[in-house]
C-alpha cells in the first residue's frame, strides 16, 4: 500500500469522524421523534449526495453501474442509520459512542472470517476487552429503556464493521451512490413509522443540517476505508468517541453512568490494544469474499 494513498485515507477518517461526532448532538437536540429524524436526515442526505454526484459528473459510474454489491453496501447502510439514530433517543451519548467505538475490533473479526486478513495476537486480545466493555456497559443498562438504545448501537457497531469489510474485500465498489440509494430506502419506512409532516419548520432547518454533516462524513469514509485495512479505517474512526462524550457533556449536560465508563475504559481499552502490531494468529491473504 502506497504511503500517500494510506496518509489520504487516514485525513479523511480523521475528518469523516469529526463531522460524525455531532450526530448525538443534532439527533438529541430536536423534539422530533426518532423516525422523524431518520426520514428528515435521509431526505436531506438524498438531495445533497445525489447533487455531489451530478456535480463531480459520476452519475453512471455511482449509480448506473452500482451493481449488486453496492445495492448491499445500500441496504448495510440503511439498516444502520436507523439503529444508530434511534439509539440516541433511547440512551446516552455515551454509551452509544463507547459501543460505537468497538467497530474495529469487530471489522478485524469479520475480515478474519470473510477476507482471510489474520488479526495479530494483540487484536484477538483487543477483541476480548471490548466485547467484555460492551457487557459490562449494557449490564449497566438492564431493565431501563436505555438497554434498547445500547442494543441498537451494538447493530450499529456491527452495520459498519460490515461495511468496512465490504469495501475493503470490493474497493471499485461505489461509495456515494449505495449512500444516497440507503437514504432512499429509509423514506418511506420512516414515513410509514411517523408522522415527518408535522415535524416544525425550524427543526426541518437543523436536519437538514444534519443531513448535510452526514452525507459529507459518509462519503470521507467510504473513500477511507478503500484506502487503507480495515480494521485500521475502523480503529481511526473511533477519534470521535472522545469529541462525541465531551459535546454531550458540554451542550447536553450528559454525565455517563460508572458502569458506562468502567465498560468504555475496557473498549477503549482494546482498540488501542487492537492498534499494536502484533503476531499473526494464522497466515494471512488477499482479501476476497468467496
Excluded at 92 to 105: K, W
Excluded at 167 to 185: I, Q
Aim: glycine letters at 10%; charged letters at 10%; one cysteine or more.
Amino acid at each position: 500500500m502506497k504511503h500517500d494513498t494510506y496518509f489520504a485515507g487516514l485525513l479523511l477518517m480523521l475528518g469523516s469522524a469529526l463531522l460524525f461526532s455531532t450526530a448525538g448532538i443534532f439527533t438529541k437536540a430536536v423534539e422530533a421523534s426518532g423516525w422523524e429524524v431518520i426520514f428528515w436526515r435521509a431526505f436531506f442526505s438524498a438531495i445533497l449526495t445525489a447533487a455531489i454526484i451530478l456535480w463531480r459528473g459520476r452519475w453512471q459510474a455511482e449509480v448506473t453501474r452500482m451493481g449488486r454489491r453496492g445495492l448491499l453496501a445500500a441496504v448495510i447502510g440503511a439498516c444502520g442509520t436507523a439503529a444508530f439514530l434511534s439509539a440516541f433517543k433511547l440512551t446516552g451519548v455515551a454509551n452509544v459512542a463507547l459501543i460505537y467505538s468497538a467497530t474495529p475490533l469487530v471489522a478485524a473479526l469479520l475480515a478474519w472470517v470473510l477476507l482471510r486478513e489474520a488479526p495479530g495476537m494483540t487484536m484477538l486480545a483487543g477483541a476480548a476487552l471490548g466485547i467484555v466493555g460492551i457487557l459490562a456497559i449494557l449490564a449497566g443498562s438492564l431493565g431501563e429503556l436505555s438497554l434498547i438504545g445500547d442494543l441498537l448501537a451494538l447493530v450499529m457497531a456491527l452495520s459498519l464493521a460490515l461495511l468496512f469489510v465490504l469495501y475493503r474485500a470490493w474497493p471499485a465498489t461505489p461509495s456515494m451512490g449505495p449512500m444516497a440509494l440507503s437514504c432512499v430506502l429509509l423514506l418511506p419506512v420512516a414515513a410509514w413509522l411517523s408522522e415527518p409532516s408535522q415535524t416544525p419548520l425550524g427543526e426541518i432547518a437543523l436536519m437538514a443540517c444534519f443531513g448535510l454533516v452526514f452525507a459529507a462524513a459518509s462519503v470521507m469514509m467510504f473513500e477511507a476505508a478503500k484506502r487503507m485495512p480495515s480494521g485500521q479505517a475502523g480503529l481511526i474512526s473511533t477519534s470521535e468517541t472522545p469529541f462525541a462524550i465531551l459535546l454531550a457533556w458540554l451542550i447536553l449536560n450528559e454525565v455517563p453512568m460508572l458502569a458506562t465508563l468502567i465498560g468504555g475504559a475496557l473498549v477503549m481499552t482494546g482498540v488501542l490494544l487492537g492498534s499494536l502490531p502484533g503476531k499473526r494468529a494464522q497466515p494471512g491473504s488477499e482479501p476476497s469474499i468467496t
